[in-house]
């Protein structure tokens, strides 16, 4: 959680935390990491009145982090600059639902919404509505099944599918004789 990783969106959840706590009760946001932004965040949440509701985690080595998503009900970064997005794999392999920002290669990670759901990262609107559906269980039945999100997961990234792609790819690029 560096200052120069202002765009995973942490910003926002927080600003929408209150009314996700409204709509949806008891609900912590865990932010995982370490870096030089935790007491901008800290004293934001304490701005906003949330502080009691936010855990800061710290640095959490690669072993723990399974057990990290399967202890959390949605792993949400709604970023506006993210890559591929690898931290959203690894939560949806742990059978954690997912919600991602549409303006990154968030899309690519959750197959254009199918594996999770995608709002707008600058609409705190959309933040808010797009957490408490997935705190509430709106959503395809399968994205609340461990067992089946990470089969779907499986099926769109798998070594079996990336080994498709990659003969399609292959076949594709040489040339006809």
């Not at 690894?90 to 549409?102: D, H």
Request: with cysteine; aromatic share 8%; glycine share 10%.
């Amino acid at each position: 959680m560096n200052a120069a990783e202002g765009y995973k969106g942490y910003d926002q959840i927080l600003r929408c935390l209150p009314e996700i706590r409204r709509r949806c009760g008891k609900v912590r946001f865990l932010i995982a990491g370490s870096g030089s932004d935790r007491a901008r965040l800290e004293a934001m949440a304490k701005d906003l009145g949330v502080a009691e509701h936010v855990i800061f985690a710290g640095f959490v080595p690669d072993e723990e982090l399974p057990d990290h998503y399967r202890l959390a009900d949605v792993f949400a970064m709604p970023s506006t600059g993210e890559g591929f997005g690898i931290v959203f794999l690894e939560a949806l392999a742990c059978g954690t639902p997912v919600l991602a920002g549409n303006r990154d290669g968030s899309t690519d990670a959750l197959d254009a919404g199918r594996l999770g759901t995608l709002v707008d990262p600058l609409s705190d609107e959309e933040i808010t509505d797009g957490l408490s559906a997935l705190l509430q269980h709106k959503g395809p039945e399968w994205w609340f099944d461990p067992q089946h999100l990470s089969k779907e997961l499986k099926a769109t990234y798998g070594r079996a599918r990336f080994r498709e792609k990659i003969a399609d790819l292959i076949g594709s690029a040489v040339p006809a004789t």
